[in-house]
Antibody
Framework: QMQLQESGPGLVKPSETLSLTCTVS????????WSWIRQPPGKGLEWIGY???????NYNPSLKSRVRISVDSAKNQFSLILSSVTAADTAVYYC????????????????WGQGKVVTVSS | DIQLTQSPSFLSASVGDRVTITCRAS??????LAWYQQKPGKAPKLLIY???TLRSAVPSKFSGSGSGEEFTLTIISLQPEDLATYYC?????????FGQGTRLEI
């Protein structure tokens, strides 16, 4: 059974950089798209971006200037870096796998981490 | 960006009821829509993808329909454990977007 686990600091100061890592177990990171999704307190879900195992990325334009996702295939991990954070970046950050139904040619998020609460505060 | 509007935002129902949640897209997304269930303090859980395909091991009390711009999630025989917030997500074009959620109270 595939499992994803987020790790990293739970408190980040304004203007500094948020850094999280997602460790994938029970399966390989190869061959899939891996994403970060966040949820501010009491609000809905926001897609941050994805990385493919070969390094290809795609980011939400609303965050593109501040975000970078990287992968370490040897460790079966991928990471999120979000720079110049403000209080608006306070959220639960989820990592997730994008699965594919090749017959239907459609995608979905089938495995999620439990979420990492990140607070931006001085 | 494609906007997804869910209705209603809040739904109160009783045990045994059947409920329907609607998700409308700001432009056509074919059948590239997924539904998720999120219980308090937990990560979202995939219920349905491709607008109408039930994920393996998800109870058949959940069903989805629609294509293009209008989609529905139907839950029959409501039970207390169905208390959750339900989200639709479009995976037709980037950036992927979610509906604002429908909070279901039993």
């Amino acid at each position: 059974q595939m499992q994803l686990q987020e790790s990293g600091p739970g408190l980040v100061k304004p203007s500094e950089t948020l850094s999280l890592t997602c460790t994938v177990s029970g399966g390989s990171i190869i061959g899939y798209y891996w994403s970060w999704i966040r949820q501010p307190p009491g609000k809905g879900l926001e897609w941050i971006g994805y990385m493919y195992h070969n390094g290809n990325t795609n980011y939400n334009p609303s965050l593109k200037s501040r975000v970078r996702i990287s992968v370490d295939s040897a460790k079966n991990q991928f990471s999120l870096i979000l720079s110049s954070v403000t209080a608006a970046d306070t959220a639960v950050y989820y990592c997730a796998r994008e699965g594919v139904d090749a017959v239907m040619e459609t995608n979905y998020y089938d495995y999620w981490g439990q979420g990492k609460v990140v607070t931006v505060s001085s | 960006d494609i906007q997804l509007t869910q209705s209603p935002s809040f739904l109160s129902a009783s045990v045994g009821d059947r409920v329907t949640i609607t998700c409308r897209a700001s432009q056509g997304i074919s059948s590239n829509l997924a539904w998720y269930q999120q219980k308090p303090g937990k990560a979202p859980k995939l219920l349905i993808y491709g607008a109408s395909t039930l994920r393996s091991a998800v109870p058949s009390k959940f069903s989805g329909s629609g294509s293009g711009e209008e989609f529905t999630l139907t839950i029959i025989s409501l039970q207390p454990e169905d208390l959750a917030t339900y989200y639709c997500q479009q995976l037709n074009s980037y950036p992927y977007t979610f509906g604002q959620g429908t909070r279901l109270e039993i």
